[in-house]
């Protein structure tokens, strides 16, 4: 009930905050600088589908414009009809739309280079609705509403279609889009789990209870991410399968041992004992190898990735104290009540011929798809074990392989194709940009002692002009140069005053585009549909030519020239993100490492299980690149997310094998009571894990689709390289070091003979 209250605070985030830390330059230029200051979101209202010049369709963008200027938080608007209105009132006195089409034909031929914008051509018509750049998401949503409404009620000719689209409107829709797509995922991925408990876990009894155990981990989750400020991003919402397929790992576990102590004869406190006593270390040990693993995320300067590295550490924990305290005790209560039924009824718990009360032994197989399971493990454990050098030979040379092709996997980094492609927010956005050829845009901030300043307004218009011609990717430049220059006669003044006078002159929203008090103004280059046209590398490309050239076309002396706008942030964020994933994924080697050798002090538990995921991430790279798959900032992370989740499977194994060893089991037989012990507990819990990413598969966005489709892969290898890679590494280096051992044993020996025996000593 904490938690259900916990969860009601959770909140969406989709805006620049998820893609940069707010303590970075970068940030605060584009934040501080830019959103706050300069920029404005436009809501577009597109209308087509007929002559956009006819009085009475004019008539009804105007009555439109006039509505959604009463709208709070609108603080512009700009539409042909307005154009036409002032041009008009210049004329003949009346701020009206002329009621003959072919007066407004030729107002619109006179104004042609001021309306490109609002009447792309003959057939289409666009209102702009704008909003302050930092508007919150609410204020957003409910502007939108506002247009609609308002687009609905301007008395439009039926003729015509009307689209309210837009960056703020695709947005919106995203955020909606994701909120209502989680609840199907987990569903999905829960009832794709109830089948694959109920296949591969039927050696037990109450084989679903797993399930339930985990959703209750998974609700402590949801009430700690409200009560923590973690909001639900993109990336985010793809953390609750993954926890699903994590958490009932350790469930089963748990379930596994302590039915198989039961079964054993032990009374139900006693087997809570040794469950807790020889399951509980060893789950805990991969919770927390687990842990680092994920740990290597903090690594990401994007608090999407971080938010994400938060989300599945508070759940892992939650999930395994469910597990822990409330599995073990339902099973404990279970048998309990069982026993004490089966006593009133004179009936033996544990030898009853009845097979229908008679236990099923989680070891021993009870129908032919498990004694399927078991004879693959076994050949696969007998493989590895006698034939090490040609498993790890193989495996090894598989895995640089798929380090080396890695390299020449393509990064996907354009966040529209990210998002369900079927979309109508998506599709009239695109739309959109086909009509008036994209927005995308450099934006520059020029820090000045005084904004009148006609040797940086002269700088301004010169370096306009100069990326304009020579920058292929720069259609145009937009300042107030231009604005100052067609009140002047074409020129710029001599002297700030008359600078300052024409400032004045200036309509105030229209100044307050390009101009802050007397520190600051603003040049644009419009670079078109620059993201999709030369994707994030051309932009980034553009980004350092533009500064090249700025160093090369210095300003006047004391002022300060900064690139920002929403291309040049999203570019840096996600070219880092996926560039970065060799640090993030050698960082979570490290600490995987690390924390092995801290737990166990002993270089050989430490090494193995990183050395079989080390296998792993090599052949993650080799399918990535022969299946044609592309990295996103998602599949960035895989690399932390295998060793979070595969090193686990490798613990699990180690510590049976650790544990047979110390009943006096040599390496081989260690290894094989290991596999079969254990190893059905393993590959239940991997199948599960499987169905928990798969589920991820059927989400609408194909980033998250994606990296379903990818870590499904990873697991499967993950496993593999448990049942196939990890019992060689183990035993070959436990074989060399016992011979080592005895070596030394004996040479100790015979040196303490040869002490005893010698002349000396017998003097002495």
């Not at 639900?232 to 379930?255: E, K, N, R, T």
């Not at 129908?367 to 696969?380: N, V």
């Not at 009943?663 to 507990?681: Q, T, V, W």
Request: some cysteine; proline content about 5%; hydrophobic content about 45%.
């Amino acid at each position: 009930m904490i938690s259900i209250h916990g969860a009601q605070n959770i909140e969406m985030e989709s805006g620049t905050e998820t893609f940069v830390e707010k303590t970075s330059k970068l940030y605060q230029d584009y934040d501080h600088l830019y959103l706050r200051i300069f920029a404005t979101e436009s809501i577009a209202v597109l209308i087509e589908d007929g002559d956009v010049t006819r009085p009475e369709l004019l008539k009804a963008i105007d009555r439109l414009q006039q509505q959604v200027k009463t709208i709070p938080g609108v603080v512009g608007t700009a539409s042909v009809a307005s154009v036409i209105k002032d041009t008009n009132y210049q004329m003949t006195g009346q701020h009206i739309i002329p009621d003959s089409q072919g007066e407004i034909r030729s107002i619109i031929a006179n104004r042609s280079s001021d309306i490109g914008m609002l009447l792309p051509d003959d057939t289409h018509a666009i209102v702009w609705v704008e909003m302050a750049g930092d508007s919150t998401d609410n204020e957003r949503i409910e502007i939108l509403r506002e247009t609609e409404i308002a687009a609905g009620q301007s008395g439009f000719p039926p003729a015509y279609g009307v689209i309210v689209t837009g960056d703020p409107a695709f947005s919106i829709a995203m955020n909606n889009e994701m909120t209502t797509s989680m609840v199907p995922l987990l569903m999905i991925s829960a009832l794709l789990m109830l089948v694959v408990l109920y296949l591969a876990f039927r050696h037990v009894r109450w084989k679903l209870l797993p399930l339930p155990i985990v959703l209750l981990g998974i609700i402590y989750t949801f009430g700690a991410m409200g009560y923590l400020k973690i909001p639900l991003s993109m990336v985010s919402m793809s953390a609750f399968p993954i926890l699903i397929g994590l958490g009932i790992d350790y469930a089963i576990q748990f379930h596994n041992r302590i039915e198989e102590e039961l079964e054993r004869g032990e009374d139900e406190a006693q087997a809570v004992i040794e469950t807790i006593k020889h399951t509980g270390p060893a789950v805990l040990i991969a919770v927390t190898i687990t842990g680092l693993g994920f740990f290597s995320l903090f690594t990401s300067s994007v608090p999407m990735i971080q938010d994400f590295g938060k989300l599945l550490l508070i759940g892992i924990i939650m999930c395994f104290l469910s597990s822990l305290f409330l599995g073990v005790t339902v099973i404990y209560g279970l048998d309990t009540h069982i026993k004490k039924k089966n006593n009133k009824k004179g009936i033996n718990n544990h030898n009853s011929n009845s097979p229908k009360l008679k236990m099923p032994s989680p070891i021993t197989s009870s129908g032919p798809e498990d004694s399927k399971i078991e004879q693959f493990l076994k050949r696969t454990t007998a493989i590895s074990i006698k034939h090490p050098i040609l498993v790890l030979g193989i495996a090894g040379l598989m895995c640089f392989s798929g380090l080396y092709v890695d390299s020449f996997v393509p990064i996907q980094t354009d966040v529209k194709t990210f998002v369900p492609q079927d979309m109508p927010a998506l599709i009239d956005l695109t739309h959109l940009g086909d009509i008036i050829g994209g927005t995308d845009a450099l934006n520059i901030i020029i820090k000045v002692d005084d904004s009148a300043d006609p040797e940086v307004l002269r700088w301004i218009d010169e370096f306009s002009e100069h990326e304009v011609e020579r920058r292929s990717h720069i259609y145009d430049a937009s300042s107030i140069v231009p604005i100052i220059k067609s009140m002047n006669g074409g020129i710029i003044p001599d002297n700030s005053a008359d600078i300052e006078r024409l400032y004045q002159q200036v309509p105030q929203m229209q100044k307050d585009r390009y101009v802050h008090g007397k520190n600051m103004l603003l040049l644009n280059f419009g670079i078109g549909n620059a993201v999709t046209d030369i994707g994030l590398k051309g932009v980034r490309e553009l980004t350092g030519i533009v500064q090249e050239d700025i160093a090369w076309m210095s300003p006047p002396p004391g002022v300060e020239v900064t690139i920002t706008g929403n291309s040049v942030v999203f570019t840096t964020v996600i070219w880092s993100l996926t560039s970065g994933r060799v640090a993030m994924t050698l960082t979570g080697l490290i600490l995987v490492f690390a924390g092995l050798l801290v737990i166990y002090r002993d270089w050989l538990k430490a090494i193995t299980p990183v050395v079989t995921m080390f296998m792993v991430i090599g052949w993650a790279g080799g399918i990535m690149y022969f299946t044609g798959l592309e990295y996103t900032p998602m599949t960035a992370t895989l690399g932390a997310l295998i060793l979070g989740v595969g090193s686990e499977y490798a613990i699990l194994m180690m510590e049976r094998y650790y544990e047979e060893k110390d009943k006096g089991a040599n390496p081989a037989e260690a290894m094989y009571a290991s596999s079969a012990k254990i190893g059905k507990a393993i590959f239940a819990s991997g199948l599960t894990t499987l169905v928990g990413f798969s589920a991820l598969i059927a989400s609408p966005f194909s980033m998250n689709s994606n990296f379903g489709l990818v870590t499904v892969m990873d697991v499967t290898l993950a496993l593999l390289a448990t049942f196939m890679v990890f019992p060689a590494v183990i035993v070959k280096l436990d074989e060399w070091r016992e011979r080592k051992k005895a070596v030394h044993t004996n040479n100790t020996r015979q040196r303490d003979r040869f002490i005893f025996n010698s002349p000396d000593v017998d003097a002495q």
